[in-house]
């Protein structure tokens, strides 16, 4: 299977467009020694390839942080920070870097949505991820961004707030935040699930 895997994502990463392969883990996938051993082997399976963890379940962080963000650090895989809603029940915003790469997911902060998940209902992906973050809600994140910039070779900024154009608008603004050029242009309007 990661042989098909490979074959199929190669072509991204000859361009060099492959940042990085992400293992984002359900949200009813609990920890387990079992699994974690998987993860920690997930590197040597795709090698040359920086690979990605992202946590979904309480379980891993924080209950179980120390092992999960070793275990990630001694394969050299990238522990994924997330950005949620602090809601009961959701997995907490761990800033630990585990590998020369640093990834953060930002899904916004879309509280109902989120707690209909946690009581077991099932949102829709529009409600679930329908945020735009502030100025001031992006700035408040700048010191672990900046901190991991510090101490990985590359860092990884990507907004999962997909709804109409939010994750367009968000990245323009912390490019903004960050000195870096931003292209002219503007925001499309629009639904992306309409």
């Given at each position: 299977?990661?042989?098909?895997f ?5 072509p ?15 949200p ?9 051993e ?12 920086t ?15 120390h092992e999960?963000?070793?275990v ?21 915003r761990v800033?630990e ?10 899904h916004?902060?879309n ?10 209902e ?14 001031p ?5 700048m ?5 991991a ?11 999962n ?7 367009v608008?968000?990245?323009?603004m ?8 931003v292209a002219?242009?503007?925001?499309l309007?629009?639904?992306l699930?309409?």
């Amino acid at each position: 299977a990661f042989r098909l895997f490979r074959a199929a994502l190669a072509p991204l990463a000859e361009a060099g467009k492959l940042g990085y392969v992400l293992f984002q883990l359900a949200p009813w996938v609990r920890y387990d020694d079992a699994r974690l051993e998987y993860l920690a082997s997930l590197p040597a399976r795709l090698p040359g390839w920086t690979v990605a963890v992202e946590f979904r379940h309480r379980s891993w962080l924080p209950d179980h942080a120390h092992e999960a963000l070793g275990v990630l650090r001694r394969a050299g895989a990238a522990h994924v920070v997330v950005d949620a809603p602090v809601v009961a029940g959701a997995v907490p915003r761990v800033a630990e870097v585990t590998a020369p790469v640093a990834v953060f997911r930002l899904h916004g902060r879309n509280a109902e949505g989120w707690l209909r998940q946690v009581r077991g209902e099932e949102p829709a992906v529009r409600e679930k991820y329908d945020y735009l973050y502030s100025e001031p809600e992006l700035r408040e994140l700048m010191p672990e961004i900046d901190e991991a910039a510090g101490e990985a070779e590359q860092v990884y900024v990507s907004f999962n707030n997909n709804n109409r154009d939010y994750p367009v608008r968000n990245a323009l603004m912390l490019r903004k935040m960050l000195g870096q050029p931003v292209a002219g242009g503007q925001s499309l309007p629009g639904d992306l699930f309409a």
